[in-house]
């Protein structure tokens, strides 16, 4: 009797019509659309062909050259590969490349840092922050103390004056910087100040600006931080995932526990290869000329908004990404980001600071420009971009309009092919 089918080890994705369909169309949509949202960011056949290999068989646990399961030989060396390349991309001396995502990489930091009901500062999502930093519906929200800080009401930048009066007042034993729609470059000389000050660890998330701080390009949060956390897609490109940097041996044994058996079990190898593949690609010259030309772009969307009567917060941005206020359309961001979808531009929806309206429904956008710098879009484009979300955000019923704008999305994305 066969234990497999006559075509187990050959049989491709077509043998899956319900899967393959699914996947073509997710083929299309990257295609014929912009990405726009500042999560998301298009690898290279370098990283898919790593992440998509014969290494999703093989299981490993703990550390390189010192596994619980045989047959490792391999499996080290290429995450002794992604080790290497971060911790020379990075200029630090440890690194983890384990996490399966951001969030886990925090939380593997929070684990083997703090004892469960520590105080962390981090900032209110409210205002920018993530909602791996502490937000109520998380574990890490369940399991420390939070206290949030958040940002000027004028300037809508970090209120430093604040983070350091709580600091002092709720004597936490970590603080947070960095966030998930926070657009201005932070004081991370200040924030160690502040942490030295009360004697806590100051963590840096640098998911958003990665690429950025490996090319010089925003400021480097490692002569500051005790330990710095980041995705290993977004500004960096790869693989869908996260990694840890630190510089103090005497923090390698609680880091490296929290991540494993802490908040996790075996190594997505594959996934590791994808992140050497990144990361290796980020050494290059042109990685520099990506992110310069992300800060560019990014300004030239933010410019071309603001000339269209659309108040970008804080003023501005110092990386990839920006939030719109929607209020001069008198629109929630719910309805602006289903419309512009239907136009072929993926944004997302998001609350902007101090929002009087729900997550749900409210009123901002969060709007990047990663993705189309990697497909080779310049300032131009991207203020051809602001023009379409201009004319779909004062008509969002417009059908014929919407309609006539998804064609020029799709014939700029047919001079600017991918896969």
Same mark, same amino acid.
């Given at each position: 009797?066969?234990?497999?089918?006559?075509?187990?080890?050959?049989? $491709?994705?077509?043998?899956?019509?319900?899967?393959?369909?699914?996947?073509?169309?997710?083929?299309?949509?990257?295609?014929?659309?912009?990405?726009?949202?500042?999560?998301?960011?298009?690898?290279?056949?370098?990283?898919?062909?790593?992440?998509?290999?014969?290494?999703?068989?093989?299981?490993?646990?703990?550390? !390189?050259?010192?596994?619980?399961?045989?047959?490792?030989?391999?499996? =080290?060396?290429?995450?002794?590969?992604?080790?290497?390349?971060?911790?020379?991309?990075?200029?630090?001396?440890?690194? %983890?490349?384990?996490?399966?995502?951001? &969030?886990?990489?925090?939380?593997?930091?929070?684990?083997?840092?703090?004892?469960? *009901?520590? +105080?962390?500062?981090?900032?209110?999502?409210?205002?920018?922050?993530?909602?791996?930093?502490?937000?109520?519906?998380?574990?890490?929200?369940?399991?420390?103390?939070?206290?949030?800080?958040?940002?000027?009401?004028?300037?809508?930048?970090?209120?430093?004056?604040?983070?350091?009066?709580?600091?002092?007042?709720?004597?936490?034993?970590?603080?947070?910087?960095?966030?998930?729609?926070?657009?201005?470059?932070?004081?991370?000389?200040?924030?160690?100040?502040?942490?030295?000050?009360?004697?806590?660890?100051?963590?840096?998330?640098?998911?958003?600006?990665?690429?950025?701080? +490996?090319?010089?390009?925003?400021?480097?949060?490692?002569?500051?931080?005790?330990?710095?956390?980041?995705?290993?897609?977004?500004?960096?490109?790869?693989?869908?995932?996260?990694?840890?940097?630190? %510089?103090?041996?005497?923090?390698?044994?609680?880091?490296?526990?929290?991540?494993? !058996?802490?908040?996790?079990?075996?190594?997505?190898?594959?996934?590791?290869?994808?992140?050497?593949?990144?990361?290796?690609?980020?050494?290059?010259?042109?990685?520099?000329?990506?992110?310069?030309?992300?800060?560019?772009?990014?300004?030239?969307?933010?410019?071309?908004?603001?000339?269209?009567?659309?108040?970008?917060?804080? *003023?501005?941005?110092?990386?990839?990404?920006?939030?719109?206020?929607?209020?001069?359309?008198?629109?929630?961001?719910?309805?602006?980001?289903?419309?512009?979808?239907?136009? $072929?531009?993926?944004?997302?929806? %998001?609350?902007?600071?101090? =929002?009087?309206?729900?997550?749900?429904?409210?009123?901002?956008?969060?709007?990047?420009? %990663?993705?189309?710098?990697?497909?080779?879009?310049?300032?131009?484009?991207?203020?051809?971009?602001?023009?379409?979300?201009?004319?779909?955000?004062? &008509?969002?019923?417009?059908?014929?309009?919407?309609? $006539?704008?998804?064609? =020029?999305?799709?014939?700029?994305?047919?001079?600017? !092919?991918?896969?």
């Amino acid at each position: 009797m066969a234990i497999l089918h006559d075509h187990y080890f050959t049989a $491709g994705l077509s043998s899956d019509p319900e899967l393959a369909s699914a996947i073509a169309g997710e083929l299309r949509r990257q295609q014929d659309g912009i990405e726009l949202i500042a999560s998301e960011n298009i690898v290279s056949r370098l990283v898919l062909e790593a992440q998509g290999s014969i290494l999703t068989n093989k299981t490993v646990e703990g550390l !390189p050259f010192a596994r619980y399961y045989g047959g490792a030989q391999f499996a =080290d060396a290429i995450e002794a590969l992604a080790v290497e390349r971060a911790k020379k991309l990075f200029n630090c001396r440890f690194a %983890n490349v384990q996490p399966h995502s951001g &969030s886990n990489a925090n939380a593997g930091v929070f684990l083997g840092l703090l004892k469960l *009901g520590d +105080a962390i500062l981090s900032m209110n999502v409210a205002a920018g922050g993530h909602i791996s930093h502490g937000h109520p519906a998380t574990l890490t929200g369940r399991d420390y103390r939070i206290i949030s800080y958040g940002v000027s009401r004028e300037s809508e930048r970090i209120d430093l004056d604040e983070v350091r009066d709580l600091a002092r007042r709720e004597r936490p034993r970590m603080i947070i910087a960095g966030g998930s729609a926070y657009a201005r470059a932070i004081d991370f000389a200040s924030m160690r100040t502040i942490a030295d000050d009360v004697g806590a660890y100051l963590v840096v998330d640098m998911a958003h600006f990665a690429g950025l701080v +490996a090319t010089g390009l925003y400021p480097d949060p490692l002569p500051h931080a005790h330990v710095v956390t980041t995705t290993t897609y977004k500004s960096l490109r790869g693989a869908r995932g996260g990694m840890v940097l630190w %510089n103090d041996e005497g923090l390698s044994g609680r880091i490296n526990a929290g991540i494993f !058996p802490g908040v996790q079990g075996s190594v997505l190898l594959h996934g590791v290869a994808g992140k050497a593949a990144c990361l290796g690609e980020a050494m290059r010259p042109e990685f520099t000329a990506y992110n310069r030309a992300v800060i560019d772009n990014a300004r030239a969307l933010a410019r071309a908004l603001a000339d269209a009567g659309l108040r970008i917060v804080a *003023g501005g941005t110092d990386m990839g990404l920006m939030l719109v206020d929607l209020a001069a359309r008198g629109l929630t961001g719910d309805v602006a980001a289903k419309a512009l979808e239907r136009a $072929g531009l993926a944004v997302n929806k %998001n609350v902007i600071p101090f =929002d009087p309206r729900p997550p749900e429904a409210p009123s901002g956008l969060r709007l990047s420009s %990663n993705a189309g710098t990697t497909r080779g879009f310049g300032a131009a484009e991207f203020e051809a971009i602001a023009r379409w979300i201009d004319r779909v955000l004062k &008509s969002p019923d417009d059908d014929a309009l919407i309609d $006539g704008v998804r064609k =020029d999305v799709a014939a700029l994305c047919a001079q600017h !092919p991918i896969y």
